[in-house]
């Protein structure tokens, strides 16, 4: 018996057909996947929606991250079965009507039952047929928001997977698909291991086609030209992943939609045809999604040079993430309950994978346009292990405030110009200082006013104020936990618990180089407690000032490291106070002057000394005489007068058997 052609008149079989084959079935609806591939060749002709809605248009649309590309039309397929000894099997296409072919069922019509044949039969090149792919149910469907589980849809051990990837990366086969799948499953046991086989092959194997791209008459649509040409589109990275998926006996769809990726301007719309293509792979008992494209690496700005760089992130993806930057047409695909609008989409804030594979957790707000409110904008991120961060607006890290948090940071930002302003914000690990910080955020801020009162200081450097990284290094138990500090009469005194063996150096900071480092320096004066240290802070102007502070062990030789910072302000124009006295590094951080507190002193005026100093045999101050200072219950005390010099020296005899003193403090004296 030969072959039978069912374009005559199917009525003869119409019967039948409704008894086995169920309506929502053949109704399923999937856009994009172009079914019916019989030779290894892209499934061409009609694009069916998955809900026997077809379009026979080839659409334009944005590929690699969201460029434009034109996802090529294809040919017309041929179905044939071979003959039978139990009857004559016909191969039939079963759609709705006026609906373009989508799904194949095999069909026995003899003597016995009508049964479908059994799923491990094999094709003529000795591959296993695979049943048809169904349509997303209920028990695919993932809950969103993200439950911050797990960055995968489905368990895998990547330790466990190493060898099989080592393996699969060596596989240099590229005469034929079908030799290619072969080669790749002699290593691959279970369904996820064929998959992921598949995977880790055309991820690094298969480059993007920049040149296809944008010359579509040099494009690879076809697995077998995409295969041998070592390259494609979003396209041809997915109908090979497909057509290898089929012969390998695992059930894989090609999904189209709309992504957020190169050329994706934070707050866009979308509009028209899908703009890239993905996979969905069937997997105990559930659909998966990956993507083959961003897996294997990225393009540049201009869409000219391609660069392997693999991405795990994109490998079984779980939906609740992989919706963030990818809108399948139809929206069964999302396998997420409930499912996101496409309105939902476009405002959603677009996070990469760097932002969860650094293992950052969420962002507020999680819209990509924000607005400010009285000249202030402020994001947050939440995340579990301690990361540092740093950000950019427009292109600079000024008009911001951000403060790590041990779960995370927060940023509040002030622009000084209104009108929309690009937010960066960037992550990397708190251990291994080789890191470099990686983007994980991208903010519209749309400024309306501007808070003319807060003008930040250019050099002030990020994060601001004291944190868990401050912790580290000995800073504990801040009297001011937060970035800012603000006094109305220009002082102020902050206090820490400090570790073992920390020694501290402060120095102040003015806008614009405006107050010279010695200088500043001379304006915050460090009394050591015991465990206590205090910063007693004197403003030399109104203003806003940064806040340094430097720490070392002392236990360890070489130079003082910053570790954090605070932004001092103030308003109070009248406030004018002078620097402290200049210290030596003979001056011990125990040591505190109690008077006079002033760096500069009257000309020709007695002027009292009361220090507390311990562990010193002999104390003087050095004018234009010496002046001994009398111990008196552990304070030095004593005056001296300032006739006739510029400048006055505390000096300290350390042993009573040296013969020598060190100088410990100078002041200035006023010119007559």
């Given at each position: 018996m030969g072959t039978m052609d069912f374009k005559a008149d199917p009525s003869a079989v119409s019967i039948n057909l409704l008894l086995i084959v169920h309506p929502e079935e053949a109704a399923s609806k999937q856009k994009g996947p172009r079914e019916g591939q019989t030779d290894g060749s892209q499934s061409p002709g009609l694009q069916d929606d998955g809900n026997g809605n077809s379009s026979s248009q080839s659409p334009q649309g944005r590929d690699l991250q969201g460029q434009q590309v034109c996802k090529e039309p294809c040919k017309q397929p041929q179905a044939v079965t071979p003959y039978s000894s139990k009857g004559t099997q016909v191969t039939v296409e079963i759609h709705p009507k006026d609906s373009p072919p989508q799904l194949f069922k095999k069909l026995s019509f003899g003597k016995g039952p009508r049964k479908l044949p059994s799923l491990s039969s094999q094709d003529d090149k000795g591959f296993r047929t695979t049943e048809a792919p169904r349509p997303p149910g209920g028990k695919d469907l993932h809950a969103y928001p993200w439950d911050r589980s797990s960055l995968k849809s489905l368990p895998v051990d990547l330790q466990q997977l190493e060898k099989l990837d080592a393996y699969a990366l060596k596989v240099d086969v590229k005469s034929s698909v079908e030799e290619l799948v072969r080669a790749l499953l002699k290593q691959a046991r279970s369904d996820l291991e064929k998959v992921r086989a598949i995977w880790m092959w055309i991820c690094h194997h298969i480059e993007y086609d920049v040149v296809g791209y944008h010359n579509k008459s040099q494009l690879a649509s076809r697995p077998?030209?995409?295969?041998?040409?070592?390259?494609?589109?979003?396209?041809?990275?997915?109908?090979?992943?497909?057509?290898?998926?089929?012969?390998?006996?695992?059930?894989?769809?090609?999904?189209?939609?709309?992504?957020?990726?190169?050329?994706?301007?934070?707050?866009?719309?979308?509009?028209?045809?899908?703009?890239?293509?993905?996979?969905?792979?069937?997997?105990?008992?559930?659909?998966?999604?990956?993507?083959?494209?961003?897996?294997?690496?990225?393009?540049?700005?201009?869409?000219?040079?391609?660069?392997?760089?693999?991405?795990?992130?994109?490998?079984?993806?779980?939906?609740?993430?992989?919706?963030?930057?990818?809108?399948?047409?139809?929206?069964?695909?999302?396998?997420?309950?409930?499912?996101?609008?496409?309105?939902?989409?476009?405002?959603?804030?677009?996070?990469?994978?760097?932002?969860?594979?650094?293992?950052?957790?969420?962002?507020?707000?999680?819209?990509?346009?924000?607005?400010?409110?009285?000249?202030?904008?402020?994001?947050?991120?939440?995340?579990?292990?301690?990361?540092?961060?740093?950000?950019?607006?427009?292109?600079?890290?000024?008009?911001?405030?951000?403060?790590?948090?041990?779960?995370?940071?927060?940023?509040?930002?002030?622009?000084?110009?209104?009108?929309?302003?690009?937010?960066?914000?960037?992550?990397?690990?708190?251990?291994?200082?080789?890191?470099?910080?990686?983007?994980?955020?991208?903010?519209?801020?749309?400024?309306?006013?501007?808070?003319a009162a807060l003008r930040l200081p250019r050099e002030l450097p990020q994060p601001v104020g004291p944190s868990w990284l401050s912790e580290r290094r000995g800073f504990l138990r801040p009297s001011h936990p937060g970035p800012v500090v603000h006094t109305n009469d220009g002082r102020c005194s902050l206090t820490f618990t400090l570790g073992r063996d920390v020694l501290v150096l402060a120095s102040l900071q003015g806008e614009g180089g405006s107050l010279p480092e010695e200088l500043g320096m001379q304006h915050v004066m460090a009394v050591r407690r015991?465990?206590?240290?205090?910063?007693?802070?004197?403003?030399?102007?109104?203003?806003?000032?940064?806040?340094?502070?430097?720490?070392?062990?002392?236990?360890?030789?070489?130079?003082?490291?910053?570790?954090?910072?605070?932004?001092?302000?103030?308003?109070?124009?009248?406030?004018?106070?002078?620097?402290?006295?200049?210290?030596?590094?003979?001056?011990?951080?125990?040591?505190?002057?109690?008077?006079?507190?002033?760096?500069?002193?009257?000309?020709?005026?007695?002027?009292?000394?009361?220090?507390?100093?311990?562990?010193?045999?002999?104390?003087?101050?050095?004018?234009?005489?010496?002046?001994?200072?009398?111990?008196?219950?552990?304070?030095?005390?004593?005056?001296?007068?300032?006739?006739?010099?510029?400048?006055?020296?505390?000096?300290?005899?350390?042993?009573?058997?040296?013969?020598?003193?060190?100088?410990?403090l100078k002041y200035q004296v006023e010119s007559q």
């Open positions: 077998l030209d995409v295969l041998q040409a070592g390259k494609g589109t979003c396209e041809g990275y997915a109908g090979l992943f497909e057509h290898m998926c089929s012969l390998a006996g695992i059930q894989c769809m090609k999904l189209f939609g709309y992504s957020k990726g190169n050329g994706y301007k934070t707050g866009q719309t979308f509009t028209g045809d899908s703009d890239h293509a993905w996979n969905a792979v069937y997997l105990d008992g559930r659909w998966h999604l990956l993507d083959s494209t961003w897996g294997s690496g990225s393009v540049d700005d201009s869409f000219t040079k391609f660069t392997f760089r693999y991405n795990e992130f994109y490998f079984l993806t779980h939906p609740a993430l992989f919706i963030n930057n990818h809108f399948p047409d139809n929206s069964n695909w999302q396998l997420l309950k409930p499912a996101l609008t496409l309105k939902d989409f476009e405002n959603n804030l677009l996070h990469n994978s760097n932002f969860y594979t650094l293992g950052l957790l969420a962002a507020h707000p999680q819209t990509a346009v924000i607005q400010t409110v009285n000249g202030k904008a402020s994001v947050s991120v939440d995340c579990r292990p301690a990361m540092l961060f740093t950000f950019k607006l427009r292109g600079t890290a000024q008009q911001g405030l951000l403060t790590l948090k041990r779960q995370g940071m927060q940023l509040d930002i002030y622009p000084q110009k209104t009108g929309s302003h690009k937010l960066q914000i960037f992550a990397k690990p708190s251990r291994g200082s080789g890191d470099v910080y990686q983007c994980v955020l991208e903010y519209l801020v749309e400024c309306r006013s501007v808070d015991g465990a206590q240290l205090e910063l007693k802070v004197q403003l030399p102007r109104a203003g806003s000032f940064v806040l340094k502070l430097y720490a070392k062990k002392k236990s360890e030789p070489g130079n003082y490291d910053y570790v954090f910072n605070y932004l001092l302000s103030c308003l109070n124009a009248e406030v004018r106070w002078p620097a402290f006295p200049l210290s030596y590094s003979k001056w011990g951080q125990d040591y505190e002057v109690l008077e006079p507190l002033a760096g500069v002193l009257p000309a020709a005026r007695n002027v009292r000394f009361r220090l507390r100093m311990q562990g010193v045999a002999k104390v003087l101050v050095q004018a234009e005489g010496s002046y001994p200072l009398t111990h008196n219950r552990g304070y030095w005390e004593g005056s001296c007068s300032t006739a006739g010099c510029s400048e006055v020296f505390v000096m300290v005899h350390e042993n009573a058997n040296h013969s020598f003193y060190s100088h410990v």
